[in-house]
Every structure is written in C-alpha cells, then in structure tokens.
C-alpha cells in the first residue's frame, strides 16, 4: 500500500528530553512537511524538504529539528528547546513543482504530550 | 499578514440540507492552488477538492463544490445533502511557491461543521 506512515502515534515527553517523531512514505514523493496543530487551531509548517540533504524552516521552526538523508524519510526531533512542545504533529509529502499545484497527502499524525 | 482567513469558528446544518463553508484568501502571486480538507475528530487530515488559479470552471467532487470567484479572493466550500458523517473539521489551503522555488501550502484556523439530525 503507498502512503504516510508516522510512528508512534502516542507520545509522552519528560522535561529537558529531546524526542523524535518518524515519518516514512513509499509514494516517491520529493517533497516532505511536518506541520503543528494545536487545539482547535489550524495546522502551522515547522519545516519542509524539496530534496533529499536539503531542508527548510516554516514559521515555527525554533525548538525543532529535522534531517533528510533519504527521499523516503524526514524524522523531526522536538529538542528540550521547545517549551510548549504538547500538540498534534502532521507529516505531509507532495510533489515537485514539475507536477503543479497538487494536493498534498497527510500521515496520520502524532499526538506528543509532556509528562 | 494571514493568507488565509475562514470567519466562522463553527456551523450547524440540518442533515440533508447544502452548507457553505467560507474562504478568503490573500496572495500577489497570480498562479495558485485552492484546497479544502476535512479533518474528522480521529485527526487524519483528507483531501477533498482543488481549484487552480486559471481555471475558468469551479470545481466540483461529488458533494463538493468550490466556489471560486478570484476577483474577489474567496474559494467557498459548498457541500450539498449534508450527511451525519460530514460532522468535522474543514480546512481551506493555499499552495503557492515559496522563495525556494518549491511549494508551501497556508492553511485557514478551519471551521468545524456540526451536522444534526
């Protein structure tokens, strides 16, 4: 089956602790997201990768880290940094700008919380 | 500035009746895509229509229409015979490219739809 998949779906962060959430697709995708939505709220871009070893900050990029070493990877590390880290975080993938404006696919995203 | 304004928090309709879900949105770039999501209380975010800047028609998918009129920037989600199973949260998009030459999409605060029976 092609799609997202984002592991844990539950996760429980302790005080001064770095953390990170994975996010794998098989659609060869070029392009991955991971984005931040808390209650009730909209989602907000943390950063996004149009290639493979290349990496952008979104509007809320402090506290976060990522990597892209593979197409079909982009893990992002939530590091002890971000004070307010308890949130709902989404992966996204699309395709390059050769393709057009088409939409992007979502994982099923990842409910963090602090201990 | 916000890109993506949906002015109402929350909807109530009655089951098997239309709703119009609004959306303005702010842009200087005259190539864009427009996209609703629906997000049930499970949180998987599901694409559900699209409409580009150039088209000349509004699109439509099923129940979904999308009423496009770019002069005035509004990209309105109109769902007809509304269905228990529409309760959930709908978000309107906007992907355009960033200054990396890749896309960023923008999405709305969103607005939660209530279907009753």
């Known amino acids: 089956d092609g799609g997202i998949t984002q592991s844990p779906k539950y996760l429980f962060r302790k005080e001064g602790q770095n953390v990170t959430l994975s996010c794998e697709q098989n659609l060869n995708h070029d392009a991955m997201y991971w984005y931040r939505q808390d209650p009730g709220q909209g989602l907000r871009l943390i950063y996004y990768s149009q290639i493979v070893n290349d990496f952008q900050k979104g509007d809320i990029a402090e506290g976060y880290s990522v990597s892209r070493e593979k197409k079909e990877s982009f893990p992002l590390t939530v590091t002890s940094a971000q004070k307010n880290p308890t949130a709902f975080y989404l992966c996204?993938?699309?395709?390059?700008?050769?393709?057009?404006?088409?939409?992007?696919?979502f994982g099923d995203g990842t409910r963090l919380s602090i201990l | 500035a916000q890109k993506i304004t949906q002015t109402q928090p929350g909807m109530f309709v009655q089951e098997k009746e239309a709703v119009t879900l609004d959306c303005t949105y702010d842009?200087?770039?005259?190539?864009?895509?427009l996209f609703w999501y629906k997000q049930p209380s499970s949180g998987e975010m599901i694409f559900l229509i699209y409409?580009?800047?150039?088209?000349?028609q509004n699109a439509t998918e099923g129940r979904y229409s999308l009423n496009f009129q770019k002069a005035r920037k509004s990209a309105n989600l109109v769902i007809s015979a509304s269905q228990l199973g529409d309760s959930a949260m709908y978000f309107c998009?906007?992907?355009?490219?960033?200054?990396?030459?890749?896309?960023?999409?923008?999405f709305g605060a969103g607005t939660r739809l209530f279907v009753k029976a």
């Open positions: 998009a906007m992907r355009e490219l960033s200054y990396t030459g890749g896309f960023k999409t923008i």
């Open positions: 996204a993938t699309g395709h390059g700008r050769d393709r057009g404006f088409q939409p992007q696919h």
């Open positions: 842009t200087s770039d005259p190539s864009y895509g």
């Open positions: 409409q580009g800047s150039y088209d000349q």
